[in-house]
């Protein structure tokens, strides 16, 4: 073998199908070869990973940087900058923005305004409502990963940011459908009734309650089971393929099992809050802890879990959402004021390393749910896993860190409002990331540059 760029020796080199320890070899930016410890090919550097794990760069498809709108809360530096700290080599942003993605030129324009600000790859998904279906087809021709659309209703006061997004009622959610299974590209769906929160949140209002677990009670389960119900026997009818985003219940996990079994193209996400936290939590954290779905109970959040070890969840996504304190402490005063949403970029692998350190997860498993089985449902050909022809994207792992979350530490613009996993003892800690065989975080420091992230699209589907 000629001399190449980089080697990676001596690391647990982790996969889907293995685990098992070897040289990784680099050249331009791609994996070319992977070796046994024995041989170690020549290389202008080489980095020492023995003790360490060596997996693929974690793949992060939901998430929220508000650039170039909202610039206070996050950019895509800044955004950029805690993935590359939390071993995050590629995103890919919704559309939520002023103006949202929901037009060939406003993608366009998205990625002319952040391109020289991101430190890694990145994709995004154009918004599919009522007020743009015939701009759909064109946003698939123009690289858009998917398409995101709410349920529910625009929040009061942000309607630009929501343009194109809402499908408004279930004639247009049906015409949403027709029209992505043209394009063969996934479309992602906010799963929440609209009409049933109007009813439980006019109820909660009518005994004018504003405390944050009046939140809790407005959006009930029921409200995501039956738009998943309604969506899913929509999706059978028109052909699409279908993401159901941030799932946080076991009774709509059960209906997709079903569907998936008569044949329909489902895949699903859930985060971490809704794994690892409960109602409870916004006792404490108050309108910190207000998302959309809100936090669940205890046995809901158990029962989540058993999804995940099916491989019903195929993937695991921070819906990382930024706000300024001030927008949500109003939520103390009345939490129907605060907006929904909780940041998560740095801490999506920490929190499921901490799953494997504890049994709860294998190596295996992590891979399929962070990364490999993201570039599969995205066609992202090039991403997601370590094998030959692959880009370069690591994350290294010491597992024998243990160590305490500190929101002070983070890159994000919003770690003021990240309260819920702050202070969490972790055991296992990513400390070292490389995109295309570039070294970007080390040992908790950034040292990756704005402009050196690209914009990735799907591969063709007759790419040989």
């Known amino acids: 073998m000629s001399r190449v760029d980089l080697v990676i020796k001596g690391g647990t080199i982790v996969r889907s199908d ?19 410890e024995a041989f170690v090919p020549a290389s202008e550097e080489c980095i020492d990973a023995t003790g360490q794990y060596v ?34 080599t590629t995103i890919v942003e919704h559309p939520v923005s002023t103006p949202s993605v929901h037009s060939a030129t406003t993608l366009r324009n998205r990625i002319e ?33 998917g398409f995101k659309t709410f349920l529910p209703a625009s929040p009061p006061g942000r309607e630009q940011e929501f343009i194109g997004l809402n499908a408004k009622d279930d ?82 996990l059960e209906l997709a099992k079903f569907y ?36 669940r109970s205890k046995e809901t959040q158990r029962k989540l879990w058993n999804y995940v070890h099916d491989g019903t969840i195929d993937m695991i996504v921070t819906d990382h959402s930024p706000f300024l304190v001030s927008e949500k402490e109003i939520g103390y005063e009345d939490i129907f004021k605060a907006p929904p949403g909780h940041p998560g970029l740095e801490t999506l692998l920490p929190l499921m390393l901490n799953e494997v350190a504890n049994g709860r997860l294998t190596w295996q498993q992590l891979s399929s749910l962070l990364a490999e089985n993201v570039a599969r449902i995205y066609r992202m050909d090039q991403k997601g896993r370590i094998d030959i022809g692959k880009d370069a994207d690591f994350v290294l792992i010491d597992m024998k860190q243990e160590w305490k979350v500190d929101v002070s530490q983070m890159y994000t613009r ?13 055991k296992g800690k990513p400390v070292k990331t490389i995109l295309r065989g570039k070294v970007i975080m080390e040992n908790g420091e950034v040292i990756g540059k704005p402009g050196e992230g690209r914009f990735i699209r799907p591969t063709p589907k007759n790419h040989a």
């Open 113 to 145: 305004a952040v391109q020289h600000k991101s430190l890694i790859d990145f994709g995004f998904y154009g918004g599919a409502g009522y007020d743009n279906l015939d701009l759909m087809l064109e946003m698939a021709e123009a690289g858009i990963m």
């Open 171 to 252: 004639g247009f959610l049906y015409q949403i459908l027709e029209i992505a299974a043209k394009t063969d590209l996934p479309a992602l769906f906010h799963l929440e009734d609209n009409t049933l929160l109007q009813l439980f949140e006019g109820r909660v209002r009518a005994q004018g309650r504003k405390d944050p677990m009046a939140h809790i009670d407005s959006r009930p389960e029921i409200a995501e089971i039956v738009a998943t119900a309604k969506l899913l026997a929509m999706a059978q009818d028109t052909g699409a393929k279908v993401q159901l985003v941030h799932m946080s219940t076991d009774r709509g």
């Open 260 to 295: 998936r079994k008569q044949g329909v193209s489902i895949s699903i996400e859930s985060c971490p809050q809704y794994l690892l936290l409960s109602k409870e939590d916004m006792e404490a954290a108050g309108p910190f802890a207000k998302m959309n779905p809100p936090l």
């Open 55 to 88: 997996m693929t760069g974690v793949i992060e498809p939901h998430l929220h940087l508000r650039d170039p709108s909202k610039n206070e809360r996050e950019d895509f530096t800044s955004g950029t900058m805690a993935c590359a700290a939390g071993g995050i």
């Open 414 to 426: 919003s770690k003021g409002t990240f309260k819920l996993f702050d202070g969490w003892n972790i």
């Open 18 to 36: 293995a685990v098992f320890k070897g040289n990784i070899a680099v050249k331009d930016g791609v994996i070319v070869a992977i070796t046994d």
